[in-house]
């Protein structure tokens, strides 16, 4: 049982994909990342922390803030721009980043590495994993509606660690797990109504993307 001081427990972090518009950790795939570097940064003793293989297109978890995306009072888009970090196998750290290769068990039971947040198997698609949170990539928001590519969503509880790892990360922080919120205000008028659809998920669900609740 993971130790909810430090992250959440593996159940609560994938959903189905349930609001119409965008939210912070929504997970897309095929994200571009060609304009990321892809030399490996190894130190002089033969390690380095930071994960700097070759990226070109892969999953990508946003990273941007749901309130700054959207207008919380009309629903309206707010500017153009979203961020994103590549999502990897847990198990590529080992070979692109030698430093963090004591690390993956730290990694995957605390989440407590700050350049990284884990992520669980998504049935399907891919095995236990990491966000890479430094390195951001920008795209616009039409791109992710003209190729709709979203698979899955963060649960509130992976949200809340999410916007933990962030002020970690950005700010060296280290904040009250209380005081940082998983939910956004109003997110129920955000929700999918049966029937309907939104224009980032794939329409035709290929056969291999994952049930979950």
Not at 50 to 69: A, E, K, R
Not at 127 to 142: I, K, M, N, T, Y
Not at 182 to 193: F, I, K, P, S, V
């Amino acid at each position: 049982m993971i130790n909810e001081t430090f992250r959440p427990g593996d159940d609560a972090y994938w959903v189905q994909t349930w609001s119409r518009v965008l939210f912070a950790g929504d997970l897309f795939a095929a994200i571009p990342f060609l304009d990321q570097p892809a030399v490996e940064s190894i130190d002089d003793d033969g390690g380095g922390k930071h994960y700097l293989g070759p990226i070109v297109y892969g999953y990508g978890l946003l990273v941007s803030p749901t309130c700054d995306m959207i207008d919380q009072a009309t629903l309206e888009i707010s500017h153009p721009y979203r961020v994103f970090v590549p999502v990897i196998p847990l198990a590529e750290l080992a070979t692109h980043a030698p430093g963090q290769a004591r690390n993956l068990g730290l990694i995957a039971n605390r989440d407590t590495v700050i350049p990284y947040m884990y992520l669980p198997p998504l049935p399907n698609l891919f095995p236990a994993s990491v966000a890479l949170l430094f390195r951001p990539s920008l795209l616009d928001e039409a791109s992710l509606r003209a190729t709709p590519r979203r698979v899955a969503q963060l649960g509130p509880a992976a949200r809340q660690q999410l916007k933990i790892k962030l002020i970690r990360y950005w700010s060296r922080f280290d904040p009250d797990r209380e005081g940082v919120r998983g939910t956004e205000r109003d997110e129920d008028a955000m929700a999918l109504q049966p029937g309907e659809t939104s224009p980032y998920d794939l329409v035709s669900s290929p056969e291999d993307l994952p049930e979950l609740a």
